[in-house]
């Protein structure tokens, strides 16, 4: 396996990390009466008690998860990336800023397996730059939230 995808797994792989971790803490209020009324108090607040831009952002989450469910579905199928249903039920249960990077991480595992050239790319400074100011942008939403 080539630098590249060891790096880029690792990468997703702390992605998936670190949105468990900023994305479960806000979750322990809700967990006192059971797996099945926390996800109902969870959803009624994001979706009915929340103000306006979080309405939007449970909206364009959802839409987005919709979307990556598809395309993980498709990848898996096209490359033969296991267990595609457990990174669905991850990313409803638990969330899909995490399920979406292991699904990733996996594939760049198994492409990476398949073939050397299957998984070359060349990122350039510019797309670096843009990728750290995104992933710093996040993180700091996520304290600030805290």
């Known amino acids: 396996m080539e ?14 990390l670190l949105a468990l971790a900023m994305t479960w803490i806000h979750i ?14 969870f959803w009624r607040d994001a979706l009915f008690n929340a103000n306006s831009a979080g309405k939007f952002l449970t ?19 096209r490359i033969g ?11 409803v249960v638990v969330a899909i800023s995490v399920a979406f990077p292991l699904f990733l991480a996996a594939r760049e595992w198994r492409l990476a397996s398949l073939d050397s050239n299957s998984s070359r790319y060349e990122l350039k ?11 710093g942008a996040s993180l700091v939403a996520a304290i600030v939230v805290l």
């Open 3 to 16: 630098f590249k995808s060891k790096a880029l797994i690792v990468v997703y792989l702390m992605t998936a």
């Open 28 to 41: 322990p209020g809700y967990m006192g009466d059971g797996f099945v009324n926390a996800n109902k108090l």
């Open 59 to 77: 909206v364009d989450i959802l839409f987005l998860a919709f979307g990556c469910n598809v395309w993980m579905f498709i990848e898996a199928r």
């Open 81 to 91: 990336v296991k267990y595609v249903y457990g990174y669905v039920v991850v990313g």
């Open 125 to 135: 400074l510019v797309d670096v730059i843009s990728l750290v100011i995104i992933f």
